[in-house]
């Protein structure tokens, strides 16, 4: 795999470079010589407007040709239009152009990828582009041979989130990072997360409730660890997520009897 793949097409433009690159074939147009004022009017004229004679003896004013946009072209505002900035950028003044992006990386490196990533960056003193790096996790219960431990759970296995700044320099510290597969995009373009997608992301995150790790569903054959019907084997008829229960058909006097357990008393056959 070529990395070229993923790298972000050109850099940020230079506004007034463009704007000279743009206009400076187009000749101005010839302005009228003004004769050198007569002595008297030097003297008591303290206007930055020349005073020009006309043909017939009448006085126009000429107004100064000193302007910081001389030359350019104006809107019907009469306000110089500046190229817009470039697809994926910010406009001026918005924002440092910060966006959080999500990488690839081989199955269980991701946590490998946090740490040599953040090597990296220190060493390459990339600090101001890179900025954070994220493995989701939350805390999961699991019950197993009867005991319940809690466990961290990747919420995006084979997935790394990076906030930073997209350029050659950034794209090229974080893509040549051992165990990074790329980044994801459409094409040849990463495309950064959606505020919305962020916000969603950290208030999971936030959440310090553990869940419970489910390895059964509907028809699973389960085994009962505690509670009065302990050791009884059933069917999984219904889990409750809401309330953390499972209804189990347990086989009692011959008859099936619908018991409703939490998760942690019941146990994959």
């Given at each position: 795999m070529s990395d070229e793949r993923n790298r972000p097409q050109g850099?940020?433009?230079?506004?007034?470079?463009?704007?000279?690159k743009l206009f400076r074939d187009e000749p101005e147009e010839p302005q009228p010589i003004a004769p050198p004022p007569?002595?008297?009017?030097?003297?008591?004229?303290?206007?930055?407007?020349?005073?020009?004679?006309?043909?017939?003896g009448e006085a126009v004013a000429v107004e100064p040709a000193a302007a910081p946009f001389a030359g350019l072209p104006a809107t019907a505002e009469g306000v110089v239009e500046a190229p817009p900035a470039a697809e994926g950028e910010p406009?001026?003044?918005?924002?440092?152009?910060?966006?959080?992006?999500?990488?690839?990386?081989?199955?269980?490196?991701?946590?490998?990828?946090?740490?040599n990533l953040e090597r990296r960056v220190a060493s390459m003193a990339m600090q101001h582009k890179v900025f954070r790096i994220l493995v989701p996790t939350e805390d999961e219960i699991e019950v197993k041979?009867?005991?319940?431990?809690?466990?961290?759970?990747?919420?995006?296995?084979?997935?790394?989130?990076?906030?930073?700044?997209?350029?050659?320099?950034?794209?090229y510290v974080v893509r040549n990072t051992p165990g990074v597969t790329g980044f994801v995009g459409s094409g040849s373009k990463p495309l950064p997360l959606q505020d919305r997608e962020v916000k969603a992301i950290l208030r999971q995150l936030r959440d310090e409730t553990p869940k419970f790790r489910i390895t059964y569903q509907k028809g699973s054959s389960v085994r009962i660890n505690s509670?009065?019907?302990?050791?009884?084997?059933?069917?999984?008829d219904e889990i409750l997520p809401e309330k953390?229960?499972?209804?189990?058909?347990v086989s009692i006097f011959g008859r099936e009897t619908p018991v409703e357990l939490d998760f942690a008393q019941v146990e994959k056959i």
């Open positions: 850099g940020k433009p230079d506004t007034a470079a463009l704007i000279h007569p002595e008297d009017a030097a003297q008591t004229s303290g206007s930055s407007v020349g005073v020009v004679t006309a043909p017939e406009p001026a003044g918005e924002g440092d152009g910060r966006a959080w992006f999500v990488i690839h990386t081989y199955s269980g490196y991701e946590n490998k990828v946090h740490t041979d009867g005991k319940r431990r809690i466990a961290k759970k990747k919420v995006f296995p084979g997935y790394v989130l990076v906030e930073m700044i997209m350029d050659d320099d950034s794209w509670g009065p019907f302990m050791d009884f084997s059933g069917v999984v953390e229960k499972v209804r189990v058909l």
